[in-house]
């Protein structure tokens, strides 16, 4: 059966669609029944309390409506897990509710599964529920609640930083913001004196973030505030300020940046205030106790995951200031994503 | 700030979205955070299995772009409660994933958040995350992933229904179906014999379903299992059935019908098929074990539910035989709604 587009339309009621494409990832969480039932069991181990986040993913927003759907599908997890992450909590289950304009086409659900099933092998997630349903306007809409557990009251918080706390984040920052450039094909994009690989490599950061699930554990020894940065290193830097009612002195040099993005960065030094602010690190931003640097880095460096001290958490509300080598404060304005206003 | 539609734009970041809207609704759980982290926290009291269930509702597919947002919004929730009632859950707290297109308008949130805390209200539920963003395409989506609590072990399932097992529904069937066919405006619906009283009531049933909170504890001590009928009476009884890998003989002479239902049949008799095969009756579908009726009856009329056995579980994997009043098998076909066929 094929419709106008040459795609291969599913000929399969919802019950048919989950039994065949969405059961074999719930296969390994007995909580799920098989996607057989109305509502999945979840038996957090004693001692622990569950981590809940969504955050849900829309074609025209977050994703292009010609990314691979195994993509588009990897990402809805990945966003979802970095945020378990950054709370310190360890992946349990997740559930899904995806809206595709009707009919699915057999070619976008394989591939999507494909990419949930890789991305929960990488995360050790299972699928533990959910709801498909057709779509009107054209629209894809995925949304995920993922669900982790974190031992008793000792859940990561945006608001715990303290003066004299040291700034840190993970990896490498900035990545996404060009790989998205690079995707769209950007005029500028086009110049930077990068090559193939480089290339490619950024737009995989951009498509298919890799949350720090190894970091877990420094994290919850060492970290006195921790959120991941989705929406910009500025904006969310702000943002952990605020809930901790403290500010942030950030050396824009101290950024770690990967070297596909500094050479574009040498080419075309405005290039600054796109990593600073673009959205899609998906790294972890994180307050460490004042005295436990060294600690937090041993621990991270066993863990196998890049961690850079970037700042310094100072008292009063002033926010954040970013300086850069000469000591000067730059503004980027309200700089980051947002969904409303972008 | 007013768009051309003469909607008040609502000149919002996300954030304050979030906090002049939607924190409200999170205030009486603090696990949530007051909506400013990244994550909830959930603790389910020991000795308690947590529930959890994941509906979407689209515009044009599970309500008409122009009800009203308060009632969307209660059906949003009321339809994911239903689930956890019918598990014998005790509702908890739930998560909101809320897709709009941009702008958004301060009448739209504001009766969407109306609806939300009503539901809130009368579930015993709050609000304890989630993620607001734009959609493309004009298209409103919702994902609700609500959580509730169980005694360990005591989840009800679609699968434990037993030959001899008698079958229940509570409330009465098929009011949603002629509400959803007076608020579509049916040439037939408006030849029925019922005052405008009745055809109110009638499309409350569709729009604002109750889920039978109180029957929680009987279904608990006495059902073998248990399920919501939010796809029709047949097709939801079929799915008990096959789940259970047992048969069901249902006397549709039986089955509970409200009074406007019945002035409306007795002028359109054939409107018996719609009643039976109708969706979004959100009553509880249900087996009793053999020799607990006349308890499980004491119990609902004890809780204020009414309840009806409507059949009995049967040997074999024939799955449902619907009869009438003279012993003739009805047949309905697959009777019943689905999202990608209907």
Redesign the interface.
Known sequence: MADEGGKTA?P????S?IAHYFAPLAQNFPGA?AL?????????P?GT??????????????FFSDDAPADIAWKALAVNVS??V??G?TPLAY?????LP???SAEFLESFVEGLAEAQAQFGIAL????????????I?I?V?A?GT?P?GK?L???GARPGDSLYVSGTIGDAALGLKLRRGDADAAAWPIDEAARKWLIRRYLRPEPRLRLSPALLAHASAA??ISDGLAIDCR?LCK?SAVGAAVGAAAVPVSLAAAVALTAEPALLAALLTGGDDYEVLFAVRAGEEAALEAAATQAGIPVTRIGKMIAGEQGLTIIDAEGTALDFGSGGF????S
Chains 1, 2 share one sequence.
């Open positions: 599913v399969l009621s919802e019950e669609l029944y057989q039932d109305d509502a999945a069991v979840l038996e957090p004693a309390d569950l981590v809940v986040t969504t955050d849900a993913l829309v074609s025209g927003v977050h945020d378990l950054a709370k909590a559930s899904l509710a995806l809206a009707p009919p699915p533990s529920g959910g709801d498909t349903t057709a779509a009107k306007g054209g629209a809409m949304s609640t669900f974190v008793h859940t918080r945006r608001g959120m991941d943002r809930a947002d969904h409303f206003q």
